[in-house]
């Protein structure tokens, strides 16, 4: 780990590729386990937290690609929900603002920030929804100059521009003076409260979900949706794989694909890891059981994860 505390998501290497490896979590209090992301801390109903990377997010070396993710989760009550706040942000090591968004229940309204070159300044604004109960935060960074906020599904940017390279179309740049490889610290206050925070090449999604509702869960905030698009947070042909027919997870997670483990990247060969078929928790907590996968039928994978297969729940399933 680099921090101080993860399925994973690829969130855009140098040809903004949107991938993801799980995140694959039982319990939301307490925070039970985690597949492979630096970071998945329980926050217990704080409403303040920062987080600083250990290792630059222009480290190569490491990271081998720019792509990352931030996740909170928070509550809204009955009591707050119709004034609670939220501000979140990305900073240099020197504190200089990289990009930050500031939402406001009462307003129901969002705005973005970014640093020009004389100072802090608005990039964009819209409108938001409230509502109590859970509420998630994203920061998605695909490239130092992409990237881009998601709150409750619901995408905090808005314009994209097709580049020359290939033809894409992508999100509009982030026009800050400072990109987010200069960037070193997240931080996160609101008036409600925080539950949780993750952080690397990784996704979330709340606890206590079965794999189809994972799957949904997950599924709005993808780039497939109508809402997102673009701004989804990963490709939505990644995501937990379920026993047909059951709430169970298949326990040979296969469309795990690389974090910065990889050799390079441009090494885009997909993991496999062994969950638990009920909970979907890597096996005893342990980044061993996620390996490449080398061979195109995944025999490895199959030969590893044994040690999580349940012939029963699996014998309940349908066949495709």
Known sequence: STGSSGINAEYGDSQYISTMKFLLVVALIPLAGALNCEVDKALDGVQEYSYTLDVAP????????YGLSFQVYGNFTADNVNSATVEAGY?????????????????????SYITENTGKAVFQS????????????????????????IFNAAALQSGTETVARRSKTRPIKVTTKYGAHKARTFTVSTTSSLDRFSFGKCMTWPGGLTCPDARAWTGARS?????????????????????DG???????QAQV????????????????????????LLYNNDRNYCIVRSSYNGEECSEMCEVTFEADKFAEGTAP
């Open 257 to 280: 694909l690389p974090d910065e483990t990889r050799t390079s990247g441009l090494d885009m060969r997909k993991f496999c890891c062994c969950v638990d078929m009920t909970t979907g």
């Open 126 to 149: 819209g409108s938001v929804t409230c509502t109590e109960g859970t509420w998630d935060l994203w920061l998605k960074v695909s490239q130092p100059y992409r990237m881009n906020w």
């Open 91 to 111: 900073y240099t090591e020197e504190g200089d603002l990289v990009y930050s968004v500031s939402i406001d229940c009462s307003a129901a309204t969002w705005t």
């Open 223 to 243: 780039t497939s949706t109508g809402s997102l698009g673009l701004f989804g947070a990963y490709d939505t042909i990644f995501g937990a794989t379920c026993v």
């Open 58 to 65: 222009s480290d190569l070396d490491y990271w081998k690609t």
């Open 246 to 252: 059951t709430n169970y997870y298949q326990n040979v």
